[in-house]
């Protein structure tokens, strides 16, 4: 008896000074957690609006998401912003999108995607010229993912061309503008269906919400 | 009026009968010396019945069946007993065997045949007759043949079928005994039908023998041999084994580990056949049989009645062998036969044939395994030899024994088949060794 | 001392190439240096700091329920990992995903308490927990720069060669397997070199 | 007497042995792959004349280096598997495939499938469809690029032209052949005619105007890997294998059975007896690499099952897992995953299939 | 209790093929290269990891929602499963000792092992996050068939691996490949073919 007793003690003991420890962690950790996440929140909404808005999370009922983004400049509004998600190749691809009130994209931002490496994870890739060798050397270079900067400017309430025959960062200017005129992205090589799910995302539901949010007058 | 009858498995190798199908059986002179082993059949050794200095005539007794499961020996030239001793056996071994030197006068013991016709003796009385013949089984095995004619009465025996098969390539010597000892063949297997009670009796022949499927359907008219049924079988190696035999003619198959007995049949060869008519009829032991000699090597090939103890040598040397050319001398067939170390090895009651070669043709390099199925596809007994063949090269018995290694009767087709030239007999042979003596331990246990 | 202690945690015991432990996070992390050198980190700290405790309370621990006792130790550091990893380093956290809390389970951890930590005093047990984090975060980083580089053409999420166009099997599972066999045979072909050298 | 002395070979029986040996058997697989080889040559032009002869060099001097310089045995080059693994490595490849990539898959198959275990007999999966595989996971945008055959493109024809010949568009539903469709399968005629479109899903078999795709497919006028276009050719080698005992009946047979008939019962239209519900099948079994997975690969003696009724299930197995892919799966083909995924299974099949020995029914009555 | 018929069923695929336990999540790999020498060893191993994975996955999932979630103490899930995962396999190891002698003969001596066997930790953290298909908390009996799903997924390559290897034993591997790294070798080639599975979808 006396044993079990020891046995119980010492383990209560343990579990006991386990469980403090644990707990001043977490209460010295917590705060900084859910900073992070709301920063996480912020910078991915802040990728899809340009820059210097103010943006106000909304709640919206049917059709609209539960949860949007408004952002708004001194001189009005500027834009919305949803959560879409669409099916890809070995998933669900999340997006958030920036859209102007008049369709236009004003950013993209993947969020999160289970695409194949080398393939559709490339829905993410930044097209990077800076080599390790540069770095050691003291260059450096900033770059935005080419895949999602190329929807910026194109119109959301037009059927989104895709063009397999060549990819966006590889594009001279020229070629870049064409693609804007006729509302085209080029296709991440051998992930069609990547690339379409990410289309998709857009394209379904964005116009419908975006003519609501019109017709309910909803404007500032 | 004839069926055809196959098994599943097996192989066909090039017959290469036709050097020696046409020739007649000669009669080959007694040799100058004989040298006859005690153990020429699967059993206890013959017990040694002369001794040294004795002068013994042909056909007397020199060996004495040693148990219930053994043959007598009998003398196969007149002579003096020179000497008894370890000689060179074709099998391999040294064993204890009587030289026997000619005096060149053939003097022959009186033989006793029955004192009545075999249609009236009792089977005993016959079995008896056969057993002092010294007769076994004249295809290869080499069983005495009154022990395969006693069944225990609890294994009635229902069919009796005579094996002219001759499935090895080279050999003629069933055939030509087929062609010339027609009727005492067929005698002798009403004989065996009537020891063992059968109620059928087959004789079966490959059909790549037109001519001996003939001779015997002829003599099928005759009344006493209404009761023969012939069975044309598909020529394939190893159509002769008793189990592709018996499974080819009957459907039946002999148990894993049992005895044709067991599936209630007797297969007999037709020279085993031709040698009961012979005991029963004239008391004529077994000391000479008919051996084809051929092989490339050999420039004059043919079928000879040999005195059983002739070595090797002395035949193969008035066949005019090339010494020059010969790379390899097998007794038996190429498929199952033993090639010889030393020629000095007499010729035995189960030699159906001298083969000289020319060439290796075993395989000039190995490759590992493939896996591509060919052994499976040949071997008659449904084993997977490569499989077995690779355990046993990793010492792994106890898996060669799960895969049913003792069941494989070491016909080679699996060997034959492979394109890697794995000699998978030595491994399977290999492999029936370790597991015999696993199996002992694990009796003794 | 020092030196063959390193020697041994490094290479003669190597936790992941020679003892073949703590696999599952060896092959799962190892696809970027950043992600393989921050695993290597988080367990050698729980390593190290599950050392101490344990060397220092094994006196009060009974028998019976010493396997327990140690599990709630590591885990206890595990959870102080994952919350510090949440809050200071998010993007590493999502990296390595589930791996972080699986650390609990890693048998280097819980087989250097049991087969060390629980028999020496605290300061053997420090260097212990050192040397064998050490060599698991080594070996983590050699298979996590093979895999980088071959597999993504990148070390640090850096560039490295330009034109060489990466085989991105090396970040997928069946390139992690292949990485490890790569190692692990070359590590036996210079032993048995070496030996069959010397014999 | 001298000639007495000369010592004798003993061997184990058998004496005699068949005239077939593993270099022969490989020998004759290359040979039987010539009609595929002409027909690629002819349809891809130099680049698959490129492909194969690096692909073929680079097998054999990954394989002679390993021998040589790793193992310090003697050569193994003899045996022609190298040279085999070599050509059907470079049949399943994409005509544009650059090169080097090739090469790189040649190493794989020959260093990690092939020799880490030992060489000839001891792999367990086929090196070359380990091959392309590690190539599909390495590279997989080049390795999935499928354009039509120059000697078409000579011709004249266009990804469109081909697939307005070929498809039929007959869905409202279907925003145009060029344009954004929810059905990857209209966008072009190579997509169509090899990857994408081998799954049933969009070709959901209305939509192929059969008259034109199955003699396409026959003879090899579409687009593919550089071995697998034309069936025809695949065939004439399989039916010389077959004939030389090489290949048996049982598992090309059986994989393709397996899959006509699982995309006869799934054919998509509604109903089966239809002759489009019979082309469909018909379609699925000529498109794709299946003839030569099915004809060459499965049937590799290495890594398939020894025992008749292994082999059995192999086929079967092979068959259910293409069907699979094709329809559920995310990659364009099934083929190659699918035998090689059986390939992982044969030594369990191998274990659980052994033969009935000769006497044991008896017994256990 | 409303049950997603499709979701269980991509549950399944996915963590018995596409996400392979072993294969691709690199979970549980060291009883698999530990307990792969022998088929029937295999067997067994594999049986008890679906027998406690199955049980862990249940009693993990009901302390997380109805414990841990409501109570706000989330962030000890790590001690709480590892714990819980100890002592149930202590309890079946009993409870099969005593109640069914015939099983505890056949798994009782892979039972131990499976405490720090991380495919089950792994399975007790998975249905503590998120549903990859529905981006919801996995419910009960998803969490279920996804314990017992891993579970045969682990089994079916611990079954083909150990297949293989005894093949292996009869062939001639080279020197510096013997052992582990010729394990390691076919578990990538296995890896290989696995991702024939991926993006694999009924329900598209």
């Given at each position: 008896?006396?044993?079990?007793?020891?046995?119980?003690?010492?383990?209560?003991?343990?579990?006991?000074?386990?469980?403090?420890?644990?707990?001043?962690?977490?209460?010295?950790?917590?705060?900084?957690?859910?900073?992070?996440?709301?920063?996480?929140?912020?910078?991915?909404?802040?990728?899809?609006?340009?820059?210097?808005?103010?943006?106000?999370?909304?709640?919206?009922?049917?059709?609209?998401?539960?949860?949007?983004?408004?952002?708004?400049?001194?001189?009005?509004?500027?834009?919305?912003?949803?959560?879409?998600?669409?099916?890809?190749?070995?998933?669900?691809?999340?997006?958030?999108?920036?859209?102007?009130?008049?369709?236009?994209?004003?950013?993209?931002?993947i969020l999160s995607h289970k695409e194949t490496p080398g393939l559709g994870d490339r829905v993410s890739e930044k097209p990077s010229k800076k080599y390790i060798w540069n770095v050691l050397a003291g260059t450096s270079e900033k770059t935005s993912p080419w895949f999602t900067e190329q929807f910026k400017d194109l119109s959301v309430f037009e059927e989104i061309k895709i063009d397999k025959s060549t990819e966006y960062h590889t594009c001279s200017d020229e070629k870049?503008?064409?693609?804007?005129?006729?509302?085209?992205?080029?296709?991440?090589?051998?992930?069609?269906?990547?690339?379409?799910?990410?289309?998709?995302?857009?394209?379904?539901?964005?116009?419908?919400?975006?003519?609501?949010?019109?017709?309910?007058?909803?404007?500032? | 009026?004839?069926?055809?009858?196959?098994?599943?498995?097996?192989?066909?190798?090039?017959?290469?009968?036709?050097?020696?199908?046409?020739?007649?059986?000669?009669?080959?002179?007694?040799?100058?010396?004989?040298?006859?082993?005690?153990?020429?059949?699967?059993?206890?050794?013959?017990?040694?019945?002369?001794?040294?200095?004795?002068?013994?005539?042909?056909?007397?007794?020199?060996?004495?069946?040693?148990?219930?499961?053994?043959?007598?020996?009998?003398?196969?030239?007149?002579?003096?007993?020179?000497?008894?001793?370890?000689?060179?056996?074709?099998?391999?071994?040294?064993?204890?065997?009587?030289?026997?030197?000619?005096?060149?006068?053939?003097?022959?013991?009186?033989?006793?045949?029955?004192?009545?016709?075999?249609?009236?003796?009792?089977?005993?009385?016959?079995?008896?007759?056969?057993?002092?013949?010294?007769?076994?089984?004249?295809?290869?095995?080499?069983?005495?043949?009154?022990?395969?004619?006693?069944?225990?009465?609890?294994?009635?025996?229902?069919?009796?079928?005579?094996?002219?098969?001759?499935?090895?390539?080279?050999?003629?010597?069933?055939?030509?005994?087929?062609?010339?000892?027609?009727?005492?063949?067929?005698?002798?297997?009403?004989?065996?039908?009537?020891?063992?009670?059968?109620?059928?009796?087959?004789?079966?022949?490959?059909?790549?023998?037109?001519?001996?499927?003939?001779?015997?359907?002829?003599?099928?008219?005759?009344?006493?041999?209404?009761?023969?049924?012939?069975?044309?079988?598909?020529?394939?190696?190893?159509?002769?084994?008793?189990?592709?035999?018996?499974?080819?003619?009957?459907?039946?198959?002999?148990?894993?580990?049992?005895?044709?007995?067991?599936?209630?049949?007797?297969?007999?060869?037709?020279?085993?056949?031709?040698?009961?008519?012979?005991?029963?009829?004239?008391?004529?032991?077994?000391?000479?049989?008919?051996?084809?000699?051929?092989?490339?090597?050999?420039?004059?090939?043919?079928?000879?009645?040999?005195?059983?103890?002739?070595?090797?040598?002395?035949?193969?040397?008035?066949?005019?062998?090339?010494?020059?050319?010969?790379?390899?001398?097998?007794?038996?067939?190429?498929?199952?036969?033993?090639?010889?170390?030393?020629?000095?090895?007499?010729?035995?009651?189960?030699?159906?044939?001298?083969?000289?070669?020319?060439?290796?043709?075993?395989?000039?390099?190995?490759?590992?395994?493939?896996?591509?199925?060919?052994?499976?596809?040949?071997?008659?007994?449904?084993?997977?030899?490569?499989?077995?063949?690779?355990?046993?090269?990793?010492?792994?018995?106890?898996?060669?024994?799960?895969?049913?290694?003792?069941?494989?009767?070491?016909?080679?087709?699996?060997?034959?088949?492979?394109?890697?030239?794995?000699?998978?007999?030595?491994?399977?042979?290999?492999?029936?060794?370790?597991?015999?003596?696993?199996?002992?331990?694990?009796?003794?246990? | 001392?020092?030196?063959?202690?390193?020697?041994?945690?490094?290479?003669?015991?190597?936790?992941?190439?020679?003892?073949?432990?703590?696999?599952?996070?060896?092959?799962?992390?190892?696809?970027?240096?950043?992600?393989?050198?921050?695993?290597?980190?988080?367990?050698?700290?729980?390593?190290?700091?599950?050392?101490?405790?344990?060397?220092?309370?094994?006196?009060?621990?009974?028998?019976?329920?010493?396997?327990?006792?140690?599990?709630?130790?590591?885990?206890?550091?595990?959870?102080?990992?994952?919350?510090?990893?949440?809050?200071?380093?998010?993007?590493?956290?999502?990296?390595?995903?589930?791996?972080?809390?699986?650390?609990?389970?890693?048998?280097?951890?819980?087989?250097?308490?049991?087969?060390?930590?629980?028999?020496?005093?605290?300061?053997?047990?420090?260097?212990?927990?050192?040397?064998?984090?050490?060599?698991?975060?080594?070996?983590?980083?050699?298979?996590?720069?093979?895999?980088?580089?071959?597999?993504?053409?990148?070390?640090?999420?850096?560039?490295?060669?330009?034109?060489?166009?990466?085989?991105?099997?090396?970040?997928?599972?069946?390139?992690?397997?292949?990485?490890?066999?790569?190692?692990?045979?070359?590590?036996?072909?210079?032993?048995?070199?070496?030996?069959?050298?010397?014999? | 007497?001298?000639?007495?002395?000369?010592?004798?070979?003993?061997?184990?029986?058998?004496?005699?042995?068949?005239?077939?040996?593993?270099?022969?058997?490989?020998?004759?697989?290359?040979?039987?792959?010539?009609?595929?080889?002409?027909?690629?040559?002819?349809?891809?032009?130099?680049?698959?004349?490129?492909?194969?002869?690096?692909?073929?060099?680079?097998?054999?001097?990954?394989?002679?280096?390993?021998?040589?310089?790793?193992?310090?045995?003697?050569?193994?080059?003899?045996?022609?598997?190298?040279?085999?693994?070599?050509?059907?490595?470079?049949?399943?490849?994409?005509?544009?495939?650059?090169?080097?990539?090739?090469?790189?898959?040649?190493?794989?198959?020959?260093?990690?499938?092939?020799?880490?275990?030992?060489?000839?007999?001891?792999?367990?999966?086929?090196?070359?469809?380990?091959?392309?595989?590690?190539?599909?996971?390495?590279?997989?945008?080049?390795?999935?690029?499928?354009?039509?055959?120059?000697?078409?493109?000579?011709?004249?024809?266009?990804?469109?032209?081909?697939?307005?010949?070929?498809?039929?568009?007959?869905?409202?539903?279907?925003?145009?052949?060029?344009?954004?469709?929810?059905?990857?399968t209209f966008s072009g005629i190579t997509e169509a005619l090899h990857a994408e479109s081998a799954r049933l899903v969009d070709l959901q078999f209305h939509i192929i105007d059969f008259q034109e795709a199955l003699p396409r497919l026959f003879f090899g006028n579409v687009g593919g890997c550089i071995g697998e276009t034309s069936a025809a050719a695949l065939i004439l080698g399989a039916i010389f294998l077959w004939y030389k005992h090489i290949i048996g009946i049982r598992?090309?047979?059986?994989?393709?059975?397996?899959?006509?008939?699982?995309?006869?019962?799934?054919?998509?239209?509604?109903?089966?007896?239809?002759?489009?519900?019979?082309?469909?099948?018909?379609?699925?079994?000529?498109?794709?690499?299946?003839?030569?997975?099915?004809?060459?690969?499965?049937?590799?003696?290495?890594?398939?099952?020894?025992?008749?009724?292994?082999?059995?299930?192999?086929?079967?197995?092979?068959?259910?897992?293409?069907?699979?892919?094709?329809?559920?799966?995310?990659?364009?083909?099934?083929?190659?995953?699918?035998?090689?995924?059986?390939?992982?299974?044969?030594?369990?099949?191998?274990?659980?299939?052994?033969?009935?020995?000769?006497?044991?029914?008896?017994?256990?009555? | 209790?409303?049950?997603?018929?499709?979701?269980?069923?991509?549950?399944?695929?996915?963590?018995?093929?596409?996400?392979?336990?072993?294969?691709?999540?690199?979970?549980?790999?060291?009883?698999?290269?530990?307990?792969?020498?022998?088929?029937?060893?295999?067997?067994?191993?594999?049986?008890?990891?679906?027998?406690?994975?199955?049980?862990?996955?249940?009693?993990?999932?009901?302390?997380?929602?109805?414990?841990?979630?409501?109570?706000?103490?989330?962030?000890?899930?790590?001690?709480?499963?590892?714990?819980?995962?100890?002592?149930?396999?202590?309890?079946?190891?009993?409870?099969?000792?005593?109640?069914?002698?015939?099983?505890?003969?056949?798994?009782?001596?892979?039972?131990?092992?499976?405490?720090?066997?991380?495919?089950?930790?792994?399975?007790?953290?998975?249905?503590?996050?998120?549903?990859?298909?529905?981006?919801?908390?996995?419910?009960?009996?998803?969490?279920?068939?996804?314990?017992?799903?891993?579970?045969?997924?682990?089994?079916?390559?611990?079954?083909?691996?150990?297949?293989?290897?005894?093949?292996?034993e009869l062939a001639n591997i080279p020197r510096p490949l013997q052992g582990l790294p010729i394990a390691f070798v076919t578990a990538g080639l296995m890896a290989i073919a696995f991702l024939g599975f991926s993006g694999l979808n009924f329900f598209k």
């Amino acid at each position: 008896m006396l044993d079990i007793l020891k046995l119980s003690i010492a383990l209560t003991i343990v579990a006991i000074g386990s469980g403090l420890v644990v707990a001043f962690t977490y209460y010295n950790t917590g705060e900084e957690i859910q900073a992070q996440e709301r920063r996480n929140q912020m910078e991915a909404l802040e990728a899809v609006f340009p820059d210097g808005v103010e943006i106000k999370t909304r709640s919206g009922n049917n059709p609209l998401p539960s949860t949007y983004w408004v952002a708004q400049t001194d001189s009005g509004l500027a834009g919305y912003a949803f959560k879409q998600k669409s099916k890809g190749y070995a998933g669900d691809i999340q997006v958030i999108v920036g859209v102007a009130p008049s369709g236009e994209i004003l950013g993209l931002n993947i969020l999160s995607h289970k695409e194949t490496p080398g393939l559709g994870d490339r829905v993410s890739e930044k097209p990077s010229k800076k080599y390790i060798w540069n770095v050691l050397a003291g260059t450096s270079e900033k770059t935005s993912p080419w895949f999602t900067e190329q929807f910026k400017d194109l119109s959301v309430f037009e059927e989104i061309k895709i063009d397999k025959s060549t990819e966006y960062h590889t594009c001279s200017d020229e070629k870049k503008g064409k693609l804007e005129k006729t509302n085209t992205i080029t296709a991440i090589t051998g992930a069609t269906i990547s690339t379409r799910a990410v289309k998709n995302c857009i394209r379904k539901n964005v116009p419908e919400y975006l003519n609501y949010l019109k017709s309910s007058g909803e404007s500032s | 009026m004839f069926g055809k009858y196959s098994f599943r498995g097996g192989v066909h190798p090039s017959h290469n009968k036709d050097q020696t199908a046409s020739r007649n059986i000669e009669t080959f002179p007694a040799p100058e010396r004989a040298i006859i082993p005690l153990s020429q059949h699967i059993g206890t050794p013959a017990k040694i019945a002369v001794k040294r200095g004795d002068t013994v005539k042909t056909g007397q007794v020199i060996g004495e069946a040693g148990g219930f499961v053994s043959a007598p020996v009998h003398a196969s030239i007149s002579g003096k007993v020179v000497s008894v001793g370890p000689f060179p056996h074709p099998l391999g071994r040294r064993v204890t065997s009587v030289e026997i030197e000619n005096d060149g006068t053939n003097e022959t013991v009186e033989f006793n045949p029955s004192d009545k016709p075999w249609r009236e003796a009792a089977p005993q009385e016959i079995v008896q007759k056969i057993s002092a013949a010294g007769i076994v089984g004249m295809g290869g095995a080499s069983f005495p043949t009154h022990v395969k004619l006693s069944p225990p009465s609890n294994k009635p025996i229902d069919t009796v079928i005579i094996n002219g098969a001759e499935c090895e390539p080279y050999l003629t010597a069933d055939h030509r005994f087929m062609l010339e000892k027609t009727e005492q063949i067929l005698l002798g297997a009403l004989i065996i039908k009537k020891v063992v009670g059968a109620a059928k009796l087959f004789i079966g022949i490959e059909e790549n023998k037109p001519d001996a499927i003939e001779k015997i359907t002829e003599q099928l008219n005759k009344e006493i041999f209404k009761e023969i049924i012939p069975a044309k079988l598909q020529t394939k190696y190893p159509q002769g084994g008793e189990k592709q035999l018996i499974a080819a003619i009957t459907r039946r198959q002999v148990p894993s580990g049992g005895l044709p007995m067991d599936c209630g049949c007797i297969v007999q060869n037709v020279g085993t056949a031709c040698a009961i008519w012979e005991a029963v009829s004239e008391g004529k032991p077994l000391y000479q049989r008919v051996v084809t000699v051929t092989g490339p090597a050999i420039r004059k090939p043919g079928n000879f009645l040999v005195r059983i103890g002739t070595p090797i040598k002395t035949l193969v040397e008035k066949c005019e062998i090339d010494y020059d050319a010969a790379q390899k001398v097998i007794m038996g067939g190429p498929m199952m036969g033993l090639a010889q170390s030393d020629l000095d090895a007499p010729i035995i009651k189960s030699s159906s044939g001298i083969l000289a070669h020319s060439t290796l043709t075993a395989g000039t390099r190995d490759y590992d395994c493939i896996s591509c199925g060919n052994c499976v596809k040949a071997c008659p007994i449904n084993l997977v030899p490569s499989f077995i063949s690779k355990f046993v090269q990793k010492g792994l018995y106890e898996d060669a024994m799960a895969w049913n290694v003792l069941d494989c009767i070491e016909c080679g087709s699996c060997a034959y088949a492979c394109p890697a030239k794995i000699n998978l007999v030595h491994y399977m042979k290999l492999g029936k060794f370790h597991a015999m003596a696993i199996r002992k331990s694990q009796e003794q246990k | 001392m020092i030196k063959e202690e390193l020697k041994r945690g490094i290479i003669a015991e190597n936790p992941i190439l020679v003892l073949a432990l703590g696999l599952c996070p060896a092959l799962a992390v190892s696809t970027s240096l950043q992600n393989g050198l921050g695993m290597g980190c988080a367990a050698t700290f729980v390593l190290i700091c599950s050392n101490i405790i344990i060397s220092l309370i094994k006196k009060w621990i009974p028998e019976k329920v010493r396997i327990p006792c140690y599990i709630v130790i590591i885990a206890t550091f595990v959870t102080i990992v994952e919350l510090t990893l949440k809050a200071y380093f998010p993007e590493l956290n999502n990296q390595l995903g589930i791996f972080v809390p699986l650390i609990v389970v890693n048998c280097v951890i819980l087989g250097r308490a049991e087969a060390f930590a629980s028999k020496n005093n605290l300061g053997r047990s420090i260097i212990d927990g050192f040397v064998m984090g050490l060599g698991f975060t080594l070996a983590l980083c050699i298979l996590a720069i093979i895999r980088e580089v071959l597999g993504s053409n990148k070390l640090w999420g850096l560039k490295v060669f330009p034109g060489f166009r990466p085989m991105t099997i090396f970040i997928l599972a069946p390139g992690g397997f292949f990485t490890i066999a790569f190692v692990m045979a070359m590590i036996n072909y210079f032993r048995q070199k070496k030996e069959g050298g010397q014999s | 007497m001298s000639s007495e002395q000369k010592l004798l070979h003993i061997s184990t029986s058998p004496h005699v042995k068949h005239i077939e040996t593993v270099p022969s058997i490989m020998l004759c697989v290359c040979l039987a792959l010539i009609p595929a080889f002409a027909a690629s040559v002819y349809l891809f032009r130099l680049k698959a004349l490129v492909l194969t002869a690096v692909c073929v060099i680079s097998c054999l001097a990954t394989e002679w280096s390993i021998v040589r310089f790793l193992l310090k045995k003697p050569s193994t080059l003899g045996d022609f598997s190298a040279l085999l693994t070599g050509i059907l490595l470079a049949f399943n490849l994409p005509p544009d495939l650059p090169p080097w990539m090739a090469a790189v898959g040649s190493v794989f198959a020959i260093g990690v499938a092939k020799w880490a275990f030992g060489g000839l007999g001891h792999n367990f999966v086929n090196p070359a469809l380990a091959g392309r595989a590690f190539l599909t996971a390495s590279y997989a945008a080049p390795m999935t690029v499928f354009n039509v055959p120059d000697f078409w493109k000579a011709r004249g024809w266009t990804i469109s032209g081909l697939s307005e010949k070929i498809i039929r568009p007959v869905s409202d539903t279907l925003d145009g052949i060029s344009g954004a469709t929810p059905l990857p399968t209209f966008s072009g005629i190579t997509e169509a005619l090899h990857a994408e479109s081998a799954r049933l899903v969009d070709l959901q078999f209305h939509i192929i105007d059969f008259q034109e795709a199955l003699p396409r497919l026959f003879f090899g006028n579409v687009g593919g890997c550089i071995g697998e276009t034309s069936a025809a050719a695949l065939i004439l080698g399989a039916i010389f294998l077959w004939y030389k005992h090489i290949i048996g009946i049982r598992v090309p047979v059986l994989y393709i059975g397996t899959v006509f008939l699982l995309t006869w019962l799934f054919n998509g239209t509604g109903s089966f007896f239809t002759s489009e519900a019979l082309l469909v099948p018909v379609y699925q079994i000529l498109a794709g690499g299946l003839m030569l997975g099915a004809l060459f690969m499965a049937t590799d003696m290495v890594t398939s099952p020894v025992t008749p009724k292994g082999k059995m299930i192999f086929g079967v197995g092979c068959g259910i897992l293409t069907f699979t892919i094709r329809k559920f799966g995310g990659y364009p083909e099934g083929v190659s995953y699918s035998i090689l995924l059986m390939n992982l299974t044969v030594p369990l099949i191998d274990r659980y299939t052994r033969p009935k020995i000769y006497g044991k029914v008896k017994k256990n009555a | 209790m409303n049950i997603d018929f499709i979701s269980l069923v991509q549950i399944s695929i996915a963590a018995v093929f596409i996400n392979n336990f072993v294969l691709s999540r690199f979970l549980g790999l060291c009883p698999f290269f530990g307990v792969s020498k022998k088929l029937s060893s295999a067997v067994g191993m594999g049986m008890a990891v679906i027998f406690v994975m199955t049980v862990a996955s249940m009693i993990t999932w009901i302390i997380f929602h109805y414990l841990l979630v409501p109570y706000e103490v989330d962030y000890l899930r790590t001690i709480v499963f590892i714990l819980v995962i100890a002592s149930l396999v202590q309890l079946v190891e009993m409870t099969l000792q005593k109640f069914s002698p015939v099983l505890y003969d056949a798994l009782g001596i892979y039972l131990p092992l499976i405490t720090t066997n991380c495919a089950i930790m792994g399975v007790a953290v998975l249905n503590a996050g998120k549903n990859d298909f529905t981006q919801e908390p996995y419910s009960f009996i998803e969490s279920l068939v996804n314990g017992i799903m891993s579970g045969i997924g682990f089994t079916l390559a611990l079954v083909l691996m150990a297949g293989i290897r005894e093949k292996l034993e009869l062939a001639n591997i080279p020197r510096p490949l013997q052992g582990l790294p010729i394990a390691f070798v076919t578990a990538g080639l296995m890896a290989i073919a696995f991702l024939g599975f991926s993006g694999l979808n009924f329900f598209k």
